[in-house]
């Protein structure tokens, strides 16, 4: 079976080739894609073979889909604007007779009202209108999400957001790329939708806790509402439709969008999915780094 990585060059897609390798499937069994393959000359070092793959441009994806059974689908980066792009991948699918696409979508997209949703429900209703055999998993929230949110608390304290006592099911890139693996090699995984979060669900008083180990100071967690929220993002320097976007993602967890731990993927990668703390200690460091040279260049 050859199978098709999309968006390799990313963050998560270099951690699914990775684990791809790990469970055991062969480098001249996968591709690897991105928009600029000379983003991918490590990946090609270790026998893969690599090809161009632009979501805009249906001519690349075609020629990428050439001879290809299986297809991981990683969402585009913007919201509002990827699904011409994911309809164009599922086409081609259809076209070249993909026995398999694996799409990472959101969770509860189908279900929840929320904006960052829309794009993923659109693109799962129209994998499903297609027939192309597909697999969704719904990716939670990446803890590595919060690293910039702890690197800033070591020196103000406080994490603030609108999410009252809402819960976040997150786990770290590499988890969510093991699962992807697994749904993409193991037989049995056809017509599933499955919720992929972390085993345990976490509130932001314990997200603090969490920032205050890993920073080795006290951290609290300001709980703001959303009209302070907007507030604090408007005064940071966001124009208002971003910052009611940001702050409208805080609602969501607050109607408890995030709060979906299934176990499902602990049970497919064969391990507990990796604690908050220690998912914030790898992420972190990495974090404080780019700041640091950011605030250099600067």
Do not use: C
Request: cysteine-free; aromatic content about 4%.
């Amino acid at each position: 079976m050859t199978i098709l990585v999309t968006a390799a060059s990313g963050q998560l897609g270099r951690l699914v080739v990775d684990a791809l390798l790990e469970r055991g499937a062969r480098p001249d069994d996968l591709v690897a894609s991105a928009r600029d393959t000379s983003k991918l000359a490590d990946v090609a070092a270790r026998g893969i073979r690599t090809v161009e793959l632009d979501y805009a441009r249906p001519d690349t994806i075609a020629a990428a889909l050439d001879g290809i059974d299986a297809v991981l689908l990683i969402s585009g980066s913007e919201p509002g604007s990827r699904l011409t792009g994911h309809r164009n991948v599922i086409d081609a699918a259809k076209a070249a007779g993909v026995a398999k696409l694996v799409y990472t979508s959101a969770p509860q997209a189908a279900t929840a009202d929320y904006a960052l949703g829309a794009d993923h429900k659109a693109t799962e209703e129209a994998i499903a209108a297609s027939g192309v055999p597909a697999v969704i998993v719904r990716h939670n929230w990446y803890t590595e999400n919060y690293a910039a949110d702890v690197a800033r608390a070591a020196s103000t304290g406080t994490i603030a957001a609108s999410v009252a006592d809402g819960r976040v099911a997150s786990a770290t890139r590499a988890d969510f790329a093991a699962g992807d693996a697994a749904v993409l090699l193991e037989d049995g995984h056809l017509g599933q939708v499955y919720e992929f979060g972390g085993d345990a669900a976490w509130s932001y008083a314990e997200l603090a806790a969490a920032a205050s180990e890993v920073v080795g100071r006290p951290v609290s967690y300001a709980s703001l509402t959303t009209e302070e929220h907007v507030a604090a993002l408007e005064s940071a320097g966001l124009d208002a439709g971003t910052a009611a976007f940001v702050a409208g993602i805080d609602d969501a967890i607050r109607r408890g969008v995030l709060d979906v731990p299934t176990g499902t993927l602990s049970r497919l990668i064969g391990r507990p999915t990796t604690s908050l703390v220690d998912g914030l200690r790898a992420a972190v460091p990495a974090q404080e780094q780019r700041l640091a040279q950011a605030t250099n260049a600067a």
